[in-house]
């Protein structure tokens, strides 16, 4: 009797409960986000980061509902919260000296929302069949991505536009190096589908799916990505040997195995029966292996990052430039860092980072040095976490765990040499492996309950509602502000400068932390003529948007404003950045005017003639060079300096003009509004220097 009673009450347990419908949530959340791409929006990352505030929003205020049927809430809070809220409390400290405090403040609430998304996750994930659910999700969402990059590499979607090949991938991540990391940190937390998988014909699709999944990880070609990769197989080998785990599964787990060795195997056939015959011509590179390796994939690039990025920390030690402030201190820094004995070796070009490739380096120069102890505070408390659970739990979780913690582990690992922590589908991972690790499904160790009673269930259950639909309102705003910002841009780059400023300005309304609409509004305003607007614009840029083209366009501005001594300012911290070759001629050119404009046209004159024997293509050169020598009443190395200004123009116009025909219809708008702006641009310097050619004295006759 009591045998039927109990069958009885199983079969009228509810289906669904809360916490699993919450968990279904999740898991939908989990497959969606490395998969969103939102058309119109500037690109996918962020587009991601701003989805995902909303959709933890939603999932925040289902979580609690329970509590307004209950008389009180039991919350388990893993020991690891604490050292990772201290390194929210870091973000918002670093507003202390923050460049722009309402990206801390963007940032931050976004590393708070991932922590509260860790957080459910460890509370309602309770046996193997949520377990199962996330990770299914987020294999899922790996897999479609993958797929969805092979299908770019051969050409049968669009990607990357003007690539082929490998650089034409950039999948849903938008970038190919975000979708490697993605794959290599999802590929051993795999292996669990495939340990608890009951069926013969799902444990097969999973080991040709991760093969398929370590395949694509080969084919991105990806340094950092092939070198975690078995690293972190050597940290699970020493794991097994020192937890030992369950041995079942052995004939799926050599199968695996044998797969992975198939995928490497046979494109290595393929690329040495390829290899040309060894001549005695051929020599040995003298440099250590480790060494190449590093030059080939751009490490002084890195380097040169990181260096920049303890530049940062050295002169903001305590509390960092501002979580998010990186990039928008970069060619500050970067001023200082060539200034200096080590700078000097970095003699080539690299362009303005958003991200320092390092994120331990990036909390250090962001958050300083309350940072950095917060995070390996964090660190600490995850890896003691982790050994306590796997010593406490039974043999089939101690393979979970193990495969979890090699998922967390590859994400650490790839972070010296990468940015995962900032790209949205790798953080996701990185909390989801958190979360199922520390949740009760493998037990209660390293953690400890939080029980609200009465009211203060339901006020905490509250404020978690405040709070979602207040960020929710800001997020919906910002994304409405980006879809007018990358509008307006296009408007502005087709020459509908009055329709793109108005579209900008909404922009700017809507957006918490505006930065680059600030830019591109002040071109469409220097356009209309007005002046005084773009210049208040371009100096917002100066805490929001620098980079390059908006310190160089605002100190144009200035001296085409008889503003040329606030012009020294940008244009000092812009040369002594190294720019590009194609901002370093404009940026001397323009202090040569601003020189000549405080009084020493003679020095300008000689500054700029030592500029056109470097790069004697630059036609602007020229018409500044000649009204120089107007003022000094040198006529005739005027009237010799616009006819050469007019032969340099000529050939310019010549090949502008036959770019433009050659692309026919297949311009993108960016190129076309480049060219048909230079072809402007040209034809009206062309007129420029003819009617100041007529207005010169006659040449003196013998």
């Known amino acids: 009797m009591s045998v039927q009673r109990n069958r009885e009450k199983k079969r009228k347990a509810p289906r669904f409960t809360l916490e699993r419908i919450l968990v279904a949530a999740i898991a939908v959340a989990v497959f969606a986000l490395p998969l969103l791409m939102w058309p119109g929006l500037t690109d996918y990352n962020y587009t991601k980061s701003i989805v995902s505030l909303i959709l933890i929003s939603a999932l ?33 400290l670093s507003l202390i000296q923050a460049t722009n405090g309402r990206v801390v403040v963007q940032s931050t609430i976004l590393l708070v929302y991932f922590v509260l998304l860790l957080w459910m996750i460890a509370n309602v994930v309770r046996d193997q069949r ?38 034409a991938i950039i999948s849903t991540m938008g970038n190919r190096n975000h979708l490697g990391g993605f794959l290599l940190y999802l590929f051993y937390p795999a292996v669990i589908l495939l ?31 092939q070198t975690t990769l078995p690293l972190v197989a050597g940290a699970l080998v020493v794991g097994w040997l020192i937890f030992r785990p369950v041995r079942t599964n052995r004939r799926w787990r050599l199968a695996l195995a044998g797969a992975v060795i198939a995928v490497c195997v046979f494109p290595l ?148 040499v990468s940015f995962p922590a900032h790209v949205v589908g790798s953080s996701l991972e990185l909390i989801v492996f958190c979360g199922l690790a520390l949740s009760l499904g493998y037990g209660e160790s390293m953690t400890f309950t939080w029980t609200l009673d009465g009211w203060k269930s339901k006020a905490l259950h509250a404020v978690l509602v405040v709070i979602a639909v207040s960020v929710s309102l800001f997020a919906i705003a910002d994304l409405r502000a980006n879809w007018l910002m990358e509008r307006g841009i296009a408007q502005v780059q087709a020459g509908l400068y009055s329709t793109g400023e108005t579209t900008l300005e909404q922009s700017l309304k809507l957006d918490f932390a505006p930065r680059q609409s600030y830019y591109y509004l002040a071109i469409a ?46 244009l000092d911290l812009l040369l002594a950045s190294h720019p590009r070759s194609e901002i370093e001629p404009r940026a001397r050119y323009l202090r040569a005017l601003a020189i000549s404009e405080t009084g020493d046209p003679v020095g300008a004159a000689n ?41 340099v123009i000529d050939q310019l116009l010549a090949k502008t003009r036959a770019a433009f025909e050659a692309g026919g219809g297949v311009l993108t708008a ?26 010169l004295p006659a040449p003196d006759t013998p």
Request: charged share 20%.
């Open 60 to 92: 925040l205020m289902v979580w609690g509902l329970t509590v307004w049927r209950q008389t009180s809430w039991t919350i388990r809070i893993p020991w690891l919260l604490i050292p990772v809220l201290g390194i929210a409390l870091a973000g918002f």
């Open 130 to 167: 949520d377990v199962r659910w996330l990770l299914t999700a987020l294999f899922a969402s790996g897999t479609l991505a993958a797929l969805y990059g092979v299908l770019q590499y051969f050409g049968i979607v669009p990607g990357n536009p003007g690539e082929t090949g490998v650089t």
């Open 195 to 225: 340990l608890r998988a009951r069926s013969r014909w799902v444990k097969a699709l999973v080991v040709i799916l991760l093969a398929f999944l370590f395949a694509v990880m080969l084919l991105l070609r990806q340094t950092g990505v």
């Open 269 to 416: 056939i393929l690329v040495l029966q390829n290899l040309p015959p060894i001549s005695s011509a051929d020599t040995v590179s003298e440099k250590p292996f480790l060494v190449r390796l590093w030059e080939s994939n751009s490490g002084k690039t890195r380097a040169w990052d990181w260096w920049i990025g303890a530049e940062m920390f050295a002169d903001h030690p305590i509390t960092g430039v501002g979580l998010g402030n990186y990039k928008l201190n970069f060619i500050p820094f970067k001023a200082d860092f060539l200034a200096t004995e080590r700078g000097q070796a970095f003699d080539f070009y690299i362009p303005r980072a958003s991200q320092a490739h390092n994120e331990y380096i990036q909390i250090g120069a962001e958050l300083g040095s309350v940072g950095l102890f917060m995070l390996f505070c964090s660190l600490g408390t995850l890896a003691v976490s982790l050994w306590i659970r796997l010593k406490r739990s039974n043999e089939n979780d101690r393979l979970d765990l193990l495969l979890l913690a090699a998922g967390i582990l590859a994400f650490l690992v790839h972070s010296l």
């Open 525 to 570: 305003q220097i356009q209309l003529g007005k002046l005084d607007e773009a210049e208040e614009n371009l100096e917002k840029c100066m805490t929001r948007f620098v980079d390059e083209a908006s310190l160089l366009n605002f100190a144009n501005l200035l001296v085409n404003t008889g503003q040329s001594e606030r012009a020294f300012e940008p």
């Open 607 to 647: 500054l700029i003639e030592e500029l056109l024997v470097q790069y004697s293509t630059y036609e602007t050169a020229y018409i500044g060079l000649g009204s120089i020598y107007e003022a000094l009443e040198r006529f005739d190395e005027a009237r010799a300096t616009y006819e050469q200004g007019v032969e």
């Open 670 to 695: 960016v190129r076309y509004a480049e060219l048909r702006d230079q072809i402007e641009k040209l034809t009206y310097e062309r007129a420029t220097i003819y009617e100041r050619l007529r207005k």
